[in-house]
């Protein structure tokens, strides 16, 4: 079974200011992790994934993840937000390229002027 | 291009009705899953498709829901009897088949208020 945890549920920041949302996972398998983006009334948009290789994985808008398997972790960061990245951000685990997501419940990044 | 659509955005319905959604996934997507995500909470799967073929179906579908996707296109997913806890976003989801990686791509999703 895998389970995703995301502890924060909520993040305020100012614009331009760096970001760290965080993530953990448990898996008794390798796993594939994948970080979302969803705006309001709209679906979920895949910002970044990690599959294998390189554990510093870059994805759209600027942002990034690490994935660290000792630590079990898949911390998303910018290094300066905007405005417009204020949405809920998803992390998710499957156990195979291909198989069904398991999402954490979320964190909602709030981003002020 | 279009992505995966999804029908209708919101549903508003009383409880005891049933409801039915719509999900056309993006063109030779072999692939179609369904998730529901309620308030506060990341989506949680329910069902998925390679084909027409029903492959997987979590133990949050109830008997009171059912999902098809008859010609191997579109999908509908029924939900009888409607709960007020069954009050959700439905998502659809798509992805093609081959290869290591599949991405699944996200509509827009159904909106179900059930009072």
């Known amino acids: 079974a895998q389970s995703v945890t995301q502890l924060d549920s909520q993040v305020p920041v100012f614009e331009e200011a760096p970001v760290e949302l965080r993530c953990n996972y448990s898996?008794?398998?390798?796993?594939?992790l994948f970080w979302y983006v969803q705006y309001p009334n709209q679906g979920l948009q895949l910002l970044l994934k990690?599959?294998?290789?390189?554990?510093l994985v870059k994805g759209i808008n600027g942002f990034e993840a690490e994935f660290n398997k000792s630590q079990t972790s898949f911390h998303l960061r910018k290094p300066s937000v905007h405005i417009s990245d204020t949405a809920e951000y998803f992390c998710?685990?499957?156990?195979?390229?291909?198989?069904?997501?398991?999402f954490g419940k979320g964190t909602m990044l709030l981003v002020s002027p | 291009d279009t992505g995966v659509s999804q029908d209708p955005r919101h549903k508003i319905t009383k409880r005891g009705q049933n409801v039915t959604f719509r999900c056309d996934p993006i063109?030779?997507?072999?692939?179609l899953y369904w998730y529901r995500q309620t308030l506060g909470q990341g989506p949680e799967f329910l069902t998925y498709?390679?084909?027409?073929?029903?492959?997987?179906k979590s133990r949050l579908l109830s008997d009171r829901f059912s999902a098809e996707r008859p010609k191997g296109s579109f999908s509908t997913l029924e939900i009888q009897r409607t709960e007020q806890g069954d009050s959700a976003m439905y998502l659809c989801?798509?992805?093609?088949?081959?290869?290591?990686?599949?991405?699944?791509?996200f509509g827009p999703g159904t909106r179900l208020t059930v009072l």
């Open positions: 990690y599959l294998s290789g390189s554990t």
């Open positions: 998710a685990v499957s156990g195979s390229g291909y198989s069904t997501l398991t």
């Open positions: 989801a798509s992805s093609p088949t081959g290869g290591s990686y599949n991405e699944q791509f």
């Open positions: 898996s008794s398998v390798s796993v594939y």
């Open positions: 063109s030779e997507h072999n692939r």
């Open positions: 498709f390679q084909n027409e073929a029903q492959l997987e």
